[in-house]
């Protein structure tokens, strides 16, 4: 397989993919001794797709193509969801699919060929496997988190990486619903109680949770869905943010933290980790809690101090707690658990399941997947994580335009080097936005030549502040 041409594009506006890509580069890379002059394609590799999708209404958007995308290689590891799958076979990609985590040897030596690898949690992109990715051009995260992957140098190869933040915002929220059933009901400690052979028929402190007071911290994505489900059964809700949002429903936003923990019988954290919101509930917002009230952690485990907590549900000060996310987790599967929280009275534990459904497992195939097609085909970097997030409106089917998507060193000068190339030509529209050490640019240029691609493609690629130049078309 090959992503360079042995001749020029043809007039035709259906161009050879693979004459825009050079070998062993990252989803084109113009790196030094390669371009659009290399040889080596396969005459077969030189087709279109036919063009299709809509641009407001009547007018079709351009299908733009990078390549033969039957070259695009794609490995997708730890069962990532058969939706992304389908998405990226749908797109002609070739899709190479593993149950499991790869050893680091079996996937330095897998990495190597692929334009593109879907991972979840397990998988760790180092440096070293990283390196090793000759023509990685997107990384797509099947998960919430990236700390698995070195973003930083991945970012300085012009590799983008994307993931799925909010897929399951809806499976958190109807835990919570369901945690405040069952600590208004102590119904941990009665199943606790059954399978020990106890039988405890008891009312006393056991509510119905309509016309109870639910106090969301965080009114983002979780927080908002839950006030919705919350008011529905009829729970008054306030919550605390730290920017002005409007309320959905009748909820209302609180002045204070304090506030919200004073007038509560239920609060739930739904903040990220931040410098902020580490410790955020300790001894001194647990007292301020009401009497009897119930704290439910599906945030993250750093916001809650695990030994007040113990401590204020073992002197009976909070009727009970739901903790779902803890500041030390077992890496993996098994006898590993360990909490001052065990044995607490009604305390509901779960091992970080908030987001474990398997709509959201589809949902986020779904996301990643449509992030990775639309970096590939369109260059559109926005919701990458470590890379600058830049977009344009698409190309109407009929304008005979290419898309330059140029990713660079972020120092000065850069811009003034891509205006000279570009000079003689008709820029359409571009945008370029910078993350740290890297920039990106996107521009579209109308009316040009095989012959004038061809060099816009050299010059862009030979600009000493180059990391990857694409031409798509
Ligand atoms: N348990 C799970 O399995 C699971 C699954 C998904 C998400 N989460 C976690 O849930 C949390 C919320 O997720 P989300 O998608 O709703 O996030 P989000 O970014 O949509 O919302 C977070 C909200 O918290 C607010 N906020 C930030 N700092 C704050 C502070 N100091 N005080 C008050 N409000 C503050 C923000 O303004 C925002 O409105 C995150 O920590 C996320 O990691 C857990």
Known sequence: MSFTASSPPSASRVMPTSIMNPPSTPLGNGGAGSGPNSTGADATEIRGRERQGSFGGSTKAKILKPFNTANIKILLLENVNETAVSTLRAEGYQVETHAKALSE??????????????????????????DAAEKLGVIGCFCIGTNQVDLEHAAQKGIAVFNSPFSNSRSVAELVIAEIVLLSRQLGDRNIEMHQGIWSKVSANCYEIRGKTLGIVGYGHIGSQLSVLAESMGMRVLFHDVVPLMPLGTSKQVGSLDELLATSDFITLHVPETPETKNMIGEHELKTMKQGSFLINASRGTVVQISALANALRSGHLGGAAVDVFPKEPAANGKFFESELVGCPNTLLTPHIGGSTEEAQSMIGVEVSQALVKFINYGTSIGAVNFPEVDLRAI???????????????????????TNILADHNVDKQFSDSKGKIAYLMADI???????????????????????????Y
Do not use: A
């Open 396 to 418: 109407k089917d009929e304008e005979n335009s290419i898309r330059l998507c140029y990713t660079h060193s972020n120092v000065p000068g850069v811009l003034r080097q891509i």
């Open 446 to 472: 109308s009316d040009v030549t095989p012959e004038q691609i061809q060099d816009i493609y050299r010059r862009v690629s030979e600009t000493p502040t180059n990391i990857v130049t694409r031409i798509l």
């Open 105 to 130: 040897d079996v996937l330095i030596e897998k990495i190597r060929d692929v334009h593109c690898i879907g991972i979840r949690s397990k998988t760790k992109l180092t440096k070293k496997i990283l």
